[in-house]
């Protein structure tokens, strides 16, 4: 894993995401020339930055001294402040986590983070300036989510929103999870409710036995849906995920649905504004592999993307792609013979599978050589 602040550098160009980034070039350097500095705060900096020749410097949304812009713009730095009445950072240079979007949520779920971004969105997100503030978020969110990736081998879980925490078929998904984390693999979801939260819990629960995962869905299966008690939603799982611990796992949620809240088990999160970029996003960093759980229209949809671009990929670039409920995807929603059908003489026909349980699904993803397709970001 890479840090933004660690990525490897390119001639003259020096990301810098962190103070300690900042504190290690500055002590080494007379010029910021090629320097990109996103998102840290250098108000205790001062003397550094007088020291330090500002030419050929950009600086996205970083907090400075009282003077500081005006002396590093003179010398030719590019500084870009905070964008202005938006409800969130711009320039963010990491991740989200769950405490994160749930900041503020003591006042009641309307006054969390998660929830004042939905509402701007839906309110004001038609304004030229807001919609590129919210594209310089999304933009951000890609490039803290690339380094987020690195040497990581992930498998996607899909599924439908719906599903109550009560029924066999979370249970179901979070046993998928926890036998994909097991099996060395990363863990990731569209990072909301339902199918999402049972595999973002799995991961999570990594290091307990099955019996434990088993009573941790048994206790979140008191508040079953997120629907008429999302604050009792998310404490139940917040008890839960502090208590199972910390396998990593990684949610990709949208704004897009932001009436339906995060969930509380992945450990990073990058949330995005726009859904189209969001599902694009989440296929491609399935670089272990995609295992779809029943679902709706969403679901379906997902199969297919995936399927077309392993339709079209040379032998050895395609990742397993595994429906799992033989019934629902053979006669409820009969998905299965028309993937067949594209999939038919294709190198990566090879990898696609339709199993009845999740260890089957586990076996069937395990079986591939991990990493042979590219993140893509």
């Known amino acids: 894993m890479h840090d933004f602040d660690e990525r490897p550098q390119h001639g003259r160009r020096i990301d810098i995401g962190s103070l300690e980034a900042f504190d290690r070039f500055a002590a080494q350097a007379g010029s910021m020339r ?3 500095i996103q998102d840290v705060d250098l108000r205790e900096r001062g003397a550094e930055l007088e020291r330090l020749d500002g030419s050929g410097a950009l600086l996205l949304g970083a907090d400075l001294p009282a003077g500081a812009k005006e002396r ?3 010398q030719g730095a590019l500084v870009f402040d905070d964008v202005p009445e938006v409800p969130f950072n711009a320039y963010r240079s990491t991740l989200y986590t769950p405490d994160d979007l749930v900041a503020g949520i003591d006042d009641g779920y309307p006054s969390s983070f998660d929830a004042r971004v939905y509402a701007w969105s839906r309110t004001r997100y038609r304004d030229i300036a807001n919609t590129l503030a919210a594209a310089l978020h999304d933009h951000s969110i890609d490039d803290a989510l690339a380094d987020w990736v690195e040497g990581k081998v992930i498998v996607g ?3 439908g929103h719906a599903l109550r925490r009560d029924s066999p078929e979370y249970r179901q998904a979070a046993h998928l999870a926890h036998g994909l984390a097991r099996s060395g693999r990363v863990v990731a979801t569209g990072g909301g409710p339902g199918a999402m939260e049972a595999g973002n819990l799995g991961a999570r629960a990594v290091g307990c036995s099955s019996d434990e995962l088993d009573a941790a869905i048994d206790e979140l299966a008191a508040v079953p849906s997120f629907k008429g008690s999302i604050p009792e939603w998310i404490d139940s799982a917040r008890r839960v995920a502090a ?3 910390d396998g990593v796992s ?8 932001g009436d339906e809240p995060p969930n509380s088990f992945a450990t990073s999160i990058a949330k995005y504004f726009q859904n189209s970029v969001r599902e694009d996003i989440l296929l491609r960093v399935a670089n272990g592999g995609v295992v779809v759980l029943p679902g709706g229209g969403g679901t379906v949809q997902e199969v297919f993307q995936d399927a077309c671009e392993n339709s079209y990929a040379e032998d050895g670039a395609w990742a397993p792609l595994v429906l799992l409920g033989t019934r629902f995807w053979t006669e409820t929603l009969p998905a299965w013979p028309l993937l067949q059908a594209v999939m038919r003489e294709r190198p990566g026909a090879a990898g696609i599978a339709c199993v009845e349980t999740p260890a089957d699904a586990v ?6 050589e ?3 397709r590219a993140s893509g970001l």
């Open 72 to 74: 590093l713009v003179g």
């Open 34 to 36: 090629g320097w990109r």
């Open 157 to 159: 879980i899909m599924g």
């Open 370 to 372: 991990p990493g042979a």
């Open 363 to 368: 076996a069937a993803i395990a079986a591939f």
């Open 243 to 245: 208590r199972v611990g």
């Open 250 to 257: 990684l949610g990709i949620p949208t704004w897009h649905y």
